[in-house]
């Protein structure tokens, strides 16, 4: 061991023993206050009879109190733990500029949680959100500067060193003078996976910090190939504003709108793991379910794909296509903006001899125009009943119900639909393009936001998520121009949204960073293209399905992608049920075998022995990540990652259409150290000669 190490390691010997101390004094406070909760709560059921009205409240409120304190001193607590066993990963030294004699520069230790001994101390581990740990992630030894809360402090990083310190041990530490990264990023990236999205909190790249901390930008949007990091950013994201803008906003404040309830199990531990709460999540499905209710039944998103897939309705991809195009999303702009001209029409209204002349009622519908067209209607009937009501009273007439009945029926009269439902089918005549609207028992997947779009514009819809101040939405290729013109409507607070172009599970309703942003023209975009997720075999292999992609792998190596083709549907079973075999009982194994659709992967677990083997199923109605070996749909898979990825029935005649080929790529992008590919007869074109290296 060399002389700086054993430095290190008496430092790291006295931080823990300061944690220690600081987490016996945090423990006890916790026993004394459940002893105090315990003995208040005694205190008033014995003396209940005898306690006034003031003395009930003021024990009241001090079990309150101590309650709140117990709660805030557990989870001190439970920082105080982590960090006993990992108190901090990266050190820098800076030389600030006015301190000219401090030739040394002052140590700054990084964590993920600070830690001072008392309030007044100087902290002996910085937050890895602090002002000043930004410089860890933006700079290397030299010139650097920080925005401090006094503005910006110059100077220069002298010394920069990396740790990895588990269960309270040095496990390795480098000096270094490059970007974070290379050699540790490296060994983290190695590692294996057995359990759920971890922090990245050590080895934040440079381009993935700039996002984190830009707490200026109001819409972000980032494009980031496969694995590029984008979910880990966004939660990184969040931890950050939790921490830069405590005082304003907490963790229900934020929401984060994801693909599916296991890609939301998958992504939950990283918040707590940085110390935070985990945020609301939901999908686009319920968003939708809040907004129509259970009066509209409608297909899933998932449930679209799978139909596509099975492609026994031609014309439904035309239809999803042309749901898909901007130019969809203006032509219904455009018709929300004439409906009132083109189909509203004033007449006289007649009512107990009364009349309301065309004139007055066309200037009191036309005088309300910031109210939505249907509660428009409302409010005009209402407006003329009052009226009618007034000038019977005025001459001593008696006014009946039927009178009512009338009004609203003549002004029903003017204006042809009664519902948000009726406009949105309406429009495909009004555009000459009927064909593409399908009544069917469940509204289509490519009509629910359409329709919902109609309903903010002609039903108005009270600020149902006016107190999100920040939404997330992940996996943006998946959703139109118009999910996002309903995104615009009813969340204006600030946004970033990411995901990946190339990775569309349905190439006909997949959207672009460049059409978000015609829908956003304020928004921020931002590219990321390095790779960490996959070896650089894998990610080699995975270009070469879909070439025009720029990727940059890291430089990490790892096995050969193995293609292996067999005669009979017979013979690729039974390689599979033996490489299952094989792993079974293995201990931390993340294996997922990934078919195109989930019919077929229902059909392959079956083959497979089903229930008697130790696959697991993962289909659309699961909620949670699973472990071990899974076999599940591409679909479901996205967003997720395995150790190694098994993709049967790579056929020729399984793999042909480009959906496929993209459903090919997302699937090769999950794995992170192997990747296998089998096939029976027929290698799908997809994978071609230039690839016979990796075979
Ligand atoms: N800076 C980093 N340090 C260590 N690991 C990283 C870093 N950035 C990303 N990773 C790892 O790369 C993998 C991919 O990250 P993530 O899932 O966030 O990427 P993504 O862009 O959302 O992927 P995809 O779009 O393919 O689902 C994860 O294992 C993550 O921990």
Redesign the pocket.
């Known amino acids: 061991m060399n002389k700086i190490e054993q430095q290190e390691k008496i430092y790291l010997k006295e931080v823990r023993k300061k944690l220690e101390c600081a987490y016996k004094k945090v423990h006890m406070q916790i026993i004394n206050t459940a002893s105090d909760v315990s003995n208040v709560k005694k205190y008033i059921w014995e003396n209940i009879a005898e306690l006034d009205f003031a003395e009930k409240a003021a024990n009241r409120i001090a079990v309150t109190e101590a309650i709140e304190f117990g709660e805030k001193a557990k989870k001190e607590r439970e920082r105080l733990l982590k960090s006993k066993k990992s108190p901090y990963f990266g050190r820098i030294d800076f030389k600030c500029r006015q301190e000219e004699d401090n030739k040394d520069g002052t140590k700054y230790y990084i964590g993920i949680h600070s830690f001072s001994e008392n309030q007044y101390a100087e902290p002996l581990i910085y937050d890895w959100r602090a002002p000043v740990s930004s410089m860890f992630y933006d700079f290397e030894l030299g010139q650097a500067f920080y925005e401090a809360p006094i503005g910006r402090i110059d100077g220069e990083i002298i010394r920069k060193r990396q740790y990895r310190i588990k269960d309270g041990k040095l496990e390795y530490m480098l000096e270094s003078s490059l970007n974070i990264g290379d050699e540790v990023?490296q060994k983290?990236?190695s590692q294996s996976t057995d359990e759920k999205?971890?922090n990245?909190v050590a080895?934040?790249?440079r381009e993935?910090n700039i996002i984190i901390r830009d707490e200026d930008t109001n819409i972000m949007i980032i494009q980031?190939v496969?694995?590029?990091?984008?979910?880990?950013?966004a939660m990184h994201r969040v931890a950050f504003l939790l921490y830069r803008f405590k005082e304003e906003i907490t963790s229900d404040d934020i929401m984060i709108i994801s693909p599916n309830k296991v890609f939301a199990d998958y992504i939950s531990g990283v918040l707590p793991e940085l110390g935070e709460e985990n945020i609301p999540e939901m999908e686009f499905e319920e968003l939708a379910g809040e907004i129509l209710g259970d009066k509209i039944v409608f297909q899933t998103f998932a449930e679209q794909v799978e139909e596509i897939l099975q492609g026994n309705d031609p014309d439904n991809v035309k239809r999803i296509k042309e749901k898909s195009e901007i130019a969809f999303l203006e032509k219904l702009d455009k018709y929300l903006n004439i409906l009132e001209t083109e189909f509203f029409q004033g007449k006289d209204l007649e009512c107990s001899g009364y009349i309301v002349k065309k004139d007055e009622i066309e200037s009191r519908f036309a005088g309300s125009k910031s109210v939505p067209i249907l509660k428009r209607i409302d409010k005009l009937i209402n407006d003329l009943i009052y009226k009618i009501k007034s000038m019977i009273r005025e001459e001593e007439g008696i006014w009946k119900a039927s009178f009512g009945t009338s009004i609203r029926r003549q002004i029903e009269e003017m204006f042809p639909f009664k519902n948000s439902l009726q406009i949105y089918q309406n429009f495909f005549q009004y555009i000459e393009l009927e064909h593409l609207y399908k009544k069917k028992k469940k509204l289509e997947y490519c009509d629910v936001f359409p329709l919902i779009y109609v309903m903010l514009h002609v039903e108005g819809m009270e600020m149902k998520y006016g107190y999100v101040r920040h939404l997330l939405i992940d996996e943006m290729q998946d959703y139109t121009p118009v999910q996002y013109g309903v995104i615009k409507r009813l969340f204006q607070c600030k946004l970033t949204i990411m995901g990946?172009r190339y990775?569309n599970v349905n190439p006909h309703s997949s959207t672009s960073m460049e059409k978000i942003s015609y829908i956003f023209p304020d928004g921020k975009c931002v590219e990321l293209k390095r790779s960490?997720?996959s070896t650089y075999e894998i990610v080699e292999f995975s270009r070469k399905i879909q070439p025009w992609i720029s990727v940059l792998p890291v430089e990490r190596h790892g096995e050969k992608v193995s293609v292996t083709g067999f005669q009979t549907r017979k013979e690729e079973i039974e390689f599979l049920k033996k490489k299952v075999k094989e792993e079974k009982g293995r201990e931390k194994v993340s294996i997922a075998i990934l078919c195109k659709s989930q019919h077929q992967a229902n059909d392959l677990y079956h083959l497979l022995g089903g229930v008697n083997t130790a696959i697991k199923l993962l289909g659309f109605s699961d909620k949670e990540f699973i472990e071990g070996i899974i076999i599940t749909s591409i679909h479901m898979a996205?967003?997720l990652?395995f150790d190694e990825v098994i993709i049967p029935q790579v056929n020729k005649e399984n793999y042909y259409t480009e959906m496929d080929r993209n459903l090919l790529y997302v699937a090769c992008?999950r794995a992170?150290h192997k990747l296998k590919i089998t096939y029976e007869n027929d290698l799908s074109e997809f994978i071609s000669d230039s690839f016979i290296d990796f075979i």
């Open positions: 990023l983290e990236l999205m971890k990245i080895t934040i790249q993935q980031g496969a694995g590029s990091g984008k979910s880990s950013i990946d990775q960490y997720r996205k967003g990652e992008t992170m």
